[in-house]
């Protein structure tokens, strides 16, 4: 049998050229900046790459299902075989190289990105990812609540409690709420349940996508939820936003926050996307 990862070297040095440099380092998402909006105006700057390829399609290998251009297959920007581990996380890929026009524009290209963060990142340390989701659930965003207004406090309990209560019942993390900027200290029992819940996704394409739901919700316990389908995504989204949406109903909406918010939510759907591609 062909063995599908031999290539030219000019071919491989095409697909590398797509994500680098953004994507040679490991944090998440894509890093020429944490701003969207800041990443988008780089991106604008650069000139695009040119489409080098007529087909994208989809190969089982072992290991999983590789994407292929052409025939030949992808690898991520540390030289990594682009491999899914199921054919429905390779389709998502491969669509989105397909998808592309005469330009081949990174930033159209969200669960290509996650996926090479899995491959090149989260598969080298794990154990440190599903740590810092962890750690974020320690902190979380549903439990400190604001000492006012009190239209706003009523409105955070009567959202986000039936979450805790959701979390406390199926999983027995059951965590404190505080009000103010004080931190609080969880209980041990209840960070460890949570970490126990987790262990459901514990995988690299898992933890990455659950990185990422957390890092954009800022909430680890909104993107279990969401893994759990206790949440559909525009709940999840709608909940991380609740004090946002609240400060734009009496101040108005600004429009630089309005635009990080919509680029922010195509990563949140990738990840999203992505998780349900690999745990159906």
């Known amino acids: 049998m062909r063995d599908i990862f031999e290539g030219t070297e000019q071919f491989q040095e095409k697909c590398e050229a797509v994500f680098s440099p953004e994507l040679r380092q490991h944090e998440v998402p894509e890093m020429s900046d944490p701003d969207p909006v800041r990443r988008a105006q780089i991106q604008m700057k ?18 999983g299902f590789a994407v292929l251009l052409d025939g030949k297959s992808v690898k991520t920007p540390l030289r990594n075989g682009l491999i899914l ?13 397909q998808a592309q026009g005469a330009e081949i524009d990174p930033a159209t290209m969200p669960v290509t990105r996650l996926a090479n ?8 340390n794990p154990d440190d990812v599903l740590a810092d ?13 604001a000492d006012g207004p009190q239209e706003l406090v009523a409105r955070q309990s009567a959202q986000w409690d039936p979450v805790l209560d959701w979390l406390a019942e199926k999983h027995q993390a059951r965590f404190i ?16 349940a949570f970490q126990r819940a987790l262990q459901a996704y514990n995988t690299v394409f898992g933890l990455a996508s659950l ?11 909104l993107a279990l939820a969401l893994a759990n389908s206790h949440l559909s995504l525009e709940q999840a989204w709608a909940l991380a936003h609740l004090d946002e949406d609240w400060t734009d109903e009496h101040w108005g909406v ?6 990080r918010r919509k680029a922010r939510f195509v990563d949140m759907q990738a990840a999203y996307r992505m998780l349900n591609a690999v745990f159906a």
């Open 211 to 221: 990185h990422l739901m957390t890092s954009l919700a800022g909430s680890a316990i």
């Open 177 to 192: 709420q505080t009000s103010g900027i004080l931190h609080v200290e969880q209980p041990q029992a209840a960070i460890d």
């Open 254 to 259: 600004d429009s630089e926050a309005e635009a």
């Open 133 to 145: 989701i962890v750690r974020v659930s320690g902190s979380d965003l549903l439990c400190y609540r």
């Open 46 to 63: 650069k000139p695009l790459p040119k489409r080098f390829y007529t087909q994208a399609t989809v190969a089982a290998v072992d290991g």
């Open 85 to 97: 581990p199921t054919q429905a996380a390779a389709d998502l890929v491969c669509a989105e190289w």
């Open 117 to 124: 963060t899995a491959l090149d990142a989260v598969s080298v």
